[in-house]
């Protein structure tokens, strides 16, 4: 980021960095970094697979590749 408009670059990774922290790091208390990875994991499975997006139509994320592949044309 050391350029003018350089911080829309990444703003879907901003994004989820911020709601990760204030969806899940800010309400965790973890005293070893195995415990850490473990609750990351567990917060990208939730994202992925259970957690709505009102940009995807209300959809997960997990879903959205396949809806490509359904309808009319599938095959």
């Not at 309400?27 to 957690?51: A, P, S, T, W």
Request: charged share 35%; with cysteine.
């Amino acid at each position: 980021m050391d350029g003018r408009g350089r911080a829309l670059d990444n703003i879907f990774v901003e994004c989820f960095w911020r709601t990760l922290k204030y969806e899940w790091l800010y309400l965790n208390d973890y005293e070893r970094v195995r415990d850490l990875r473990c609750g990351l994991r567990e917060y990208r499975d939730f994202c992925n697979d259970k957690r709505l997006q009102a940009s995807l139509n209300y959809r997960t994320p997990r879903e959205v590749p396949f809806a490509d592949r359904e309808g009319p044309m599938a095959v």
